[in-house]
């Protein structure tokens, strides 16, 4: 399995300013994910890091909004930019190393939950 | 979009045998799998199924799968409070994981 660390694991911010999100992995993976879990919701990708190159968003997500850095297999960050009270979550970040298993086993890490004033 | 559609509330009592369902809409999945959130920790994959197979059993959890209603259960057998959790079912159309759909979360509430 792989151990994923996120920092910060929590904060508050104020309206209109920016807050960038750590992920770090204790091994080497091929696949890093960012997903937003909104109150009482489920699990909505953003985006795949990718090292390397820009991320691949998903629909309804954009690199002005959420721009997103992979520097190298094992750590990759995600800012919330010009934060507004929607965009309170748990942000997570989750891995998968291809080819590690049959069944595309994603691990996640702790979440940041972020909340916005 | 992928829809997958979970109840949101289950209550048992300690002991008893839980069952949380999950359907979805989309008949090319390939794996389908449910992930265990425990308060303040991230996602924890419990089990999956090939989308081939009808059923699978594993020490108390039992996976139900069926492709023609497109329905998903877990069943947890002898429920205990460390069960208490939010469940999300979620399944994969195609083998890159990045076509991962996950359902509402299903929050159980083990009573002693």
């Known amino acids: 399995s792989a151990v994923i660390s996120q920092k910060p694991s929590r904060d508050i911010c104020q309206r209109g300013t920016s807050l960038t999100i750590q992920c770090q992995v204790d091994s080497q993976v091929t696949m890093m994910f960012w997903y937003r879990q909104q109150p009482g919701q489920s699990l909505t990708l953003i985006a795949t890091?990718?090292?390397?190159?820009?991320?691949?968003?998903e629909s309804g997500f954009v690199i002005d909004k959420f721009p997103i850095s992979r520097p190298n297999l094992t750590f990759s960050t995600l800012t919330v930019s010009n934060m507004s009270p929607e965009d309170s979550s748990i942000y997570l970040c989750?891995?998968?190393?291809?080819?590690?298993?049959?069944?595309?086993?994603?691990?996640f890490g702790p979440g940041t939950r972020l909340t916005v004033l | 979009g992928e829809d997958v559609e979970q109840s949101l509330f289950l209550s048992v009592r300690e002991g008893d045998s839980s069952v949380i369902n999950c359907t979805y809409t989309d008949s090319s999945s390939t794996y389908l799998y449910w992930y265990k959130q425990e308060p303040g920790a991230g996602l924890q994959l419990l089990t999956y199924?090939?989308?081939?197979?009808d059923m699978k059993q594993d020490q108390r959890l039992t996976v139900l799968l069926n492709k023609k209603d497109k329905h998903l259960s877990l069943r947890i057998a002898d429920t205990q409070t460390g069960d208490s959790a939010i469940y999300f079912c979620a399944e994969s159309l195609q083998t890159g994981a990045n076509n991962l759909f996950f359902g509402t979360g299903t929050r159980l509430t083990v009573i002693p």
């Open positions: 199924i090939f989308s081939n197979m």
């Open positions: 989750s891995v998968e190393v291809v080819g590690r298993s049959l069944y595309n086993e994603q691990f």
């Open positions: 890091a990718n090292q390397g190159s820009e991320a691949t968003y």
